[in-house]
């Protein structure tokens, strides 16, 4: 590879910033040439390539977002929209395509590789933490972490008032975020999609906290859950326990934002690192991944098909230390 190309794509994520950055220092070290897509795959379409240099993405480490910008674009989901893209890539000489994004966009990469050739690599970008081929996507652990914060804020005002708290967190299909906030800020239960739920489980769970001497409580709940949405499970809480004060929190897009943690930035830097690196040794159609702190590749359709597993240990010990 002579020529490559980065975008950032699909929902932003804290530490893009930071892969961005390890892409194009690590291209300039291997006389590469870079350039910035800006907005996804609508700037292939639209033929917004810009040419950067190692001086190009300086202070942005620190940076939450992307300064690449991010869409969702409809028309690469199109036959036309591809080819569009495609053009452009050939008319500027663009051999290979790194992805900084999650599972759409590397549905997204693996079909553009299919059709056209070009060879692409993915890079996880998204606080959801539900990519296979690498133990933590780029921006999971700063998520993780605001949620916390903001959870613990409410765990002041739920004390003193003797409230019972249900907080949604992100995490889209997955409970990454739920179980390890849950965990970290001593729930009484976390409601995650993975696990099968009920109402009646929850109800329990209330009768041995009140039991236990507790005066309130917190629930955590991943946006993905089943059981029904917040609302309805605060609801349906008031009627079997008239007497408790609850109130709903959505924690919303503040856990997409922030300058990254000491971990997004250390594992963005070593993911952009391994993107092009890999391009180098000539691999395709792949993510580059870290697991158990070794750079891993996996093929791009396994990391879409898989789903890493919550860890049902970790379950488990939430339930017994929240009570
Ligand atoms: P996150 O999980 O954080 O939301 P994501 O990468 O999964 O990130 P998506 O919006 O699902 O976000 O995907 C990003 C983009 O990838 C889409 O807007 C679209 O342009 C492209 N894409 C997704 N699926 C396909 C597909 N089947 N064919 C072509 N392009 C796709």
Redesign the pocket.
Known sequence: VKKIAVFT?????PGMNAALRAVVRTANHYNLECYGVRE???GLINNDFTRMGPRSVKNIITEGGTILKS???????TKEG?QAAYENCKKLGIDALVCI?????????N??NEEFGIKVIGVP????N?IFGTDNTI?YDTALNTAMEAIDKIRDTATSHNRVFFVEVMG?DAGFIALNSGLATGAIDILIPEQKDSIEDLFRTFERAEKAGKASSIVVVAEGEKLGSIYDLAKATKAGFPDYDIRVAVLGHIQRGGSPSCADRVLASQLGYAAVVGLMEGRTNVMAGLKSNQIVYTPIEEAIKKHNEIDPGLLKISEILAI
Do not use: C, Q, V, W
């Open positions: 794509s699909g929902g932003d994520a996804g795959y609508n869409a969702r674009s409809l028309e690469f989901k591809r994004g999650g599972d759409g966009t590397f549905r997204g990469a079909i553009f970008g998204t606080i959801d539900d921006g889209r």
